[in-house]
């Protein structure tokens, strides 16, 4: 079946423009998370939703990273004004249940790069 | 919060040899801990996972070990192959969601 898939797989763009990623979750999945994935390091959590209740956005390193997702479905990651220091590989997974401890499905990610 | 730490950064084993990664956590509560190995290029893979209530896992040349007590847990890969060579996070999940290592390197040598 088809797993977790994200959009673009990598994305270039000059500092101070606007980007957005997409993240389509296993059919059927009510939990969406998103990651950060800088060169060599961990995953750095960002935002997690969960059915229709409000998001966990305690992640989200600053006011320029927003997200959303519509229709329990499909997310999107949206970051304003890019700062080089935003390059790194956004990591979307999903889950089935509703607990936190879920087990979690990863999409391939977006390499993004800030010039 | 979790605070996960994983050892080493880096591995080098021979092919056929065995690699062992180990990984320790902070919060008590925490009661699921996967494992995810990442390819280059690619996102991370689930490979096993042990829930608090066991202490042992195996699927075929890969096992996981935990002890509650210690509040560590290890992954063993045994026969290692070519395509073992990746990176390797463990995870600990509580109230707050997956925390995640740091990674290990694993590299496989022929």
């Known amino acids: 079946g088809a797993g977790v898939s994200q959009s673009p797989s990598n994305k270039v763009t000059e500092k101070g423009k606007d980007v957005e990623l997409r993240c389509d979750p296993i059919?059927?999945?009510?939990?969406l998370y998103w990651y950060r994935q800088s060169l060599g390091q961990g995953l750095e959590f960002l935002i997690y939703?969960?059915?229709?209740?409000?998001?966990?956005k305690s992640g989200l390193p600053s006011d320029r990273f927003s997200a959303e997702r519509t229709g329990g479905s499909v997310s999107t990651l949206t970051i304003q004004r890019t700062q080089q220091e935003d390059s790194a590989v956004y990591l979307c997974?999903?889950?089935?249940?509703?607990?936190?401890?879920?087990?979690?499905?990863f999409g391939p990610g977006t390499r993004l790069t800030v010039l | 919060g979790e605070n996960v730490e994983q050892h080493p950064s880096t591995l080098s084993v021979q092919e056929g040899d065995s690699a062992v990664i180990k990984c320790t956590y902070s919060?008590?509560?925490?009661?699921?801990f996967p494992w995810y190995k990442q390819e280059l290029g690619k996102g991370p893979q689930l490979i096993i996972d042990?829930?608090?209530?066991?202490g042992e896992k195996k699927d075929q040349r890969i096992a996981v070990t935990l002890n509650k007590t210690a509040k560590h847990f290890s992954l063993h890969i045994t026969e290692t192959q070519p395509e073992d060579s990746a990176v390797y996070f463990c995870?600990?999940?509580?109230?707050?969601?997956?925390?995640f290592g740091k990674g290990t390197h694993l590299i496989i040598q022929p």
């Open positions: 995870a600990a999940a509580g109230a707050d969601g997956l925390t």
């Open positions: 919060d008590s509560a925490s009661n699921y």
């Open positions: 042990i829930r608090s209530n066991v």
């Open positions: 997974a999903s889950s089935l249940g509703s607990g936190r401890a879920d087990t979690q499905y």
């Open positions: 059919s059927g999945h009510t939990a």
């Open positions: 939703f969960q059915g229709n209740s409000a998001p966990d």
